[in-house]
């Protein structure tokens, strides 16, 4: 439920539905992609391979998306990146219609994907601090996180569902979930104003990077998110369980991703409604090695019951560090550098997103996938360990709405 504070808040509703939407599109399709390119291949580091085309055009992109987030509309740049995900997916329906879908196709979409998503990204972020005030905002970004996760909830499960009827129905119900979410994002009003243009210099383009080394606190937040992921990359493997070790098929496959989701979700709608209250670089440190134990524990697992378990506590846990890295990020960032500062957010997050995949598809091919996700497992945990005496500013961090903006 959400309470009447929320409730008040303008925008909050178009908001949710373009980002939700968009989400439910994107994992419905991710399903889809991950399932297809490895019954093309049956190769595991195919896989890996899928990740690495979506990952490799963020980087040159990374701070040329920040700078643009912060110079020009971000609602217009949005709904640009809606339109081109629009026509890739419908032309991904087409391409599996005809039967002339290959995974050099698949590939080349993945990488077009993820061009798009770099512009999108930073833009979206700066959303909600232009709709809530910084005592609301944990709040909002609770509330958000909850029915995102409903919505990774449903499109991986969706997306297995609709595979085993075929791909073209799946793909095309993505694009259809694209258009809602375009909707959604033409009728948010926001307050942003865009600044004059200033001349474009190397430092404004890196201003991001500057601020978040002066913003200790921030950085480890970031990197922290970015190592655990990396190396906890579980759900690559997903499509290798679901087929090899668990035998479940492409519809156990949408439960299997939408078990990560589905905690996550139990887990946010708890924070929007009893929200941290003090403590919070230490909670998020506890839910890092939570996140890592959770991790090993499906790595070991033969057993679906105890995967999905496993798999849910891995999201509840993650959803905790989403939520106190965001709030942060978005609290001690000023307005007129949210756009390079999220880019670089977007940036690690695909690191540990995409490279993950990335590297537990490598792992999984030299150890055996079990292995591979086992030992990222433990590598989470030491990530833990070790960032908790670099960033000793995150780990005494107490209340996020005691964190205001500090200014370039």
């Known amino acids: 439920?959400?309470?009447?504070?929320?409730?008040?808040?303008?925008?909050?509703?178009?908001?949710?539905?373009?980002?939700?939407?968009?989400?439910?599109?994107?994992?419905?399709?991710?399903?889809?992609?991950?399932?297809?390119?490895?019954?093309?291949?049956?190769?595991?580091?195919?896989?890996?391979?899928?990740?690495l085309a979506q990952?490799?055009?963020?980087?040159?992109?990374?701070?040329?998306?920040?700078?643009?987030?912060?110079?020009?509309?971000?609602?217009a740049i949005v709904l640009?990146?809606?339109?081109?995900?629009?026509?890739?997916?419908?032309?991904?329906?087409?391409?599996?219609?005809?039967?002339?879908?290959?995974?050099?196709?698949?590939?080349?979409?993945?990488?077009?994907?993820?061009?798009?998503?770099?512009?999108?990204?930073?833009?979206?972020?700066?959303?909600?601090?232009?709709?809530?005030?910084?005592?609301?905002?944990?709040?909002?970004?609770?509330?958000?996180?909850?029915?995102?996760?409903?919505?990774?909830?449903?499109?991986?499960?969706?997306?297995?569902?609709?595979?085993?009827?075929?791909?073209?129905?799946?793909?095309?119900?993505?694009a259809t979930g694209f258009v809602v979410a375009f909707s959604g994002t033409v009728s948010l009003k926001l307050t942003h104003t865009v600044p004059a243009k200033a001349p474009v210099t190397f430092a404004s383009v890196f201003a991001g990077l500057s601020f978040l080394n002066r913003r200790r606190d921030l950085l480890g937040a970031i990197t922290l998110d970015l190592f655990a992921v990396l190396l906890g990359g579980a759900t690559a493997m997903l499509p290798v369980y679901a087929d090899g070790i668990l035998h479940v098929g492409p519809i156990g496959l949408g439960l299997l991703r939408a078990a990560p989701a589905f905690g996550a979700l139990l887990m946010s709608l708890g924070l929007s409604r009893y929200p941290l209250k003090g403590r919070a670089g230490l909670i998020m440190f506890i839910s890092v090695v939570i996140f890592g134990i959770a991790t090993i524990a499906f790595g070991a697992s033969h057993t679906v019951w105890l995967s999905i378990v496993a798999l849910m506590v891995l999201g509840a846990s993650d959803v905790i560090s989403v939520v106190i890295r965001s709030s942060l990020i978005q609290l001690a960032t000023p307005d007129s550098m949210r756009g390079r500062v999220s880019a670089v957010n977007t940036l690690f997050i695909g690191s540990s997103n995409q490279l993950g995949e990335f590297e537990s598809g490598m792992l999984g091919t030299a150890i055996g996938p079990e292995a591979a996700v086992i030992a990222g497992g433990v590598g989470t945990i030491v990530v833990a360990v070790v960032w908790a005496r670099l960033f000793p500013r995150l780990w005494t961090l107490d209340r996020l709405e005691d964190v205001f903006p500090e200014e370039q």
Do not use: K
């Not at 990952?55 to 987030?69: C, E, I, N, W, Y």
């Not at 005030?133 to 969706?158: E, Y």
């Open 80 to 174: 640009i990146c809606q339109v081109c995900e629009i026509l890739a997916t419908a032309a991904l329906a087409f391409a599996a219609a005809f039967h002339v879908l290959t995974t050099g196709a698949i590939y080349t979409f993945a990488a077009f994907y993820g061009v798009v998503r770099s512009f999108e990204m930073p833009c979206q972020q700066a959303f909600l601090p232009a709709i809530a005030p910084p005592n609301l905002l944990p709040r909002a970004q609770a509330l958000l996180s909850s029915l995102f996760m409903t919505a990774s909830i449903v499109g991986p499960s969706l997306g297995g569902l609709l595979y085993g009827i075929g791909p073209v129905v799946c793909y095309g119900l993505s």
């Open 55 to 75: 990952f490799l055009p963020m980087v040159p992109l990374t701070f040329v998306s920040g700078h643009v987030a912060d110079r020009f509309n971000r609602r």
């Open 1 to 51: 439920m959400i309470d009447q504070a929320l409730r008040s808040l303008p925008g909050l509703p178009s908001l949710i539905v373009g980002r939700i939407f968009s989400q439910l599109s994107a994992t419905t399709m991710t399903i889809a992609i991950g399932w297809q390119i490895y019954a093309l291949t049956h190769n595991v580091a195919s896989l890996g391979y899928l990740g």
